[in-house]
């Protein structure tokens, strides 16, 4: 199956910082996603993006297919944004979904 | 995009009892997805589960073990047996509803075996 490696594992900034989030895959992006894990355990989603740039509000993602990698970015951190952040995708075979493999994640941490 | 509905949000349970952890979806779909997260780790997919077909479970998980029921198209159980403290874990469910929204997940079950 698919291989999905996220970096770097922990982040540790001041509230009002940015960030780079990536994420490599070892094999051909289907179904690309980002999410949040907030400190109760609940996954947020926060994009869908096999390909191309996405934005919303501080957060953007942009995913270079062809090279297999994708990059989240948070602009001007806030302590709400701490958690933590995965990148999963799914190895579809043309029989139907094939359920997501998750990277490890990035732990990330907003000091006020 | 599809809301699900999962139940219990935790629970506490002794060693060698049994917890059925709910899902239900807003919509009909055809597979839903079981997925176990162990302390400080991330997500890993226990079983697929198809309506009217035996679930297809993960390399290093067991029916005997996850039993999934999918009676109908918008329903799932997984249950958790003969629990040890090694159980303990958040299980999640998920859909995959398609463009431009992907996978949706379950808020969770945090489970804790003492």
């Known amino acids: 199956g698919i291989q999905v490696e996220q970096s770097p594992p922990d982040l540790i900034l001041q509230e009002g910082a940015n960030s780079t989030l990536r994420c490599n895959f070892s094999d051909s992006v289907n179904n690309l996603q980002w999410f949040h894990q907030n400190p109760w355990g609940q996954l947020i989603n926060l994009f869908y993006?096999?390909?191309g740039t996405k934005q919303n509000g501080r957060l953007s993602a942009t995913t270079v297919a062809t090279e297999r990698y994708s990059l989240l970015y948070i602009s001007s951190s806030q302590t709400t944004d701490s958690g933590v952040y995965f990148c999963?995708?799914?190895?579809?075979?043309?029989?139907?979904?094939?359920?997501?493999?998750f990277g490890k994640g990035t732990h990330l941490i907003i000091q006020p | 995009s599809a809301v699900i509905s999962q139940k219990p949000s935790r629970d506490i349970c002794q060693r060698g009892t049994s917890l059925t952890i709910q899902c239900q979806v807003d919509s009909q779909v055809t597979m839903m997805f079981w997925y176990r997260q162990q302390p400080g780790q991330s997500l890993t997919l226990i079983a697929t589960?198809?309506?009217?077909?035996?679930?297809?479970?993960e390399s290093g998980f067991v029916i005997d073990k996850f039993p999934i029921s999918r009676p109908n198209l918008t329903f799932s159980t997984l249950t958790v047996s003969n629990m040890s403290p090694e159980d303990s874990s958040i299980y999640l469910c998920?859909?995959?509803?398609?463009?431009?929204?992907?996978?949706?997940f379950g808020s969770g079950t945090r489970l804790t075996v003492v």
């Open positions: 589960a198809n309506q009217g077909s035996e679930a297809t479970y």
């Open positions: 993006i096999p390909s």
């Open positions: 999963a995708d799914d190895s579809y075979s043309g029989g139907g979904a094939d359920g997501l493999t």
């Open positions: 998920s859909v995959e509803v398609g463009q431009p929204y992907g996978y949706t």
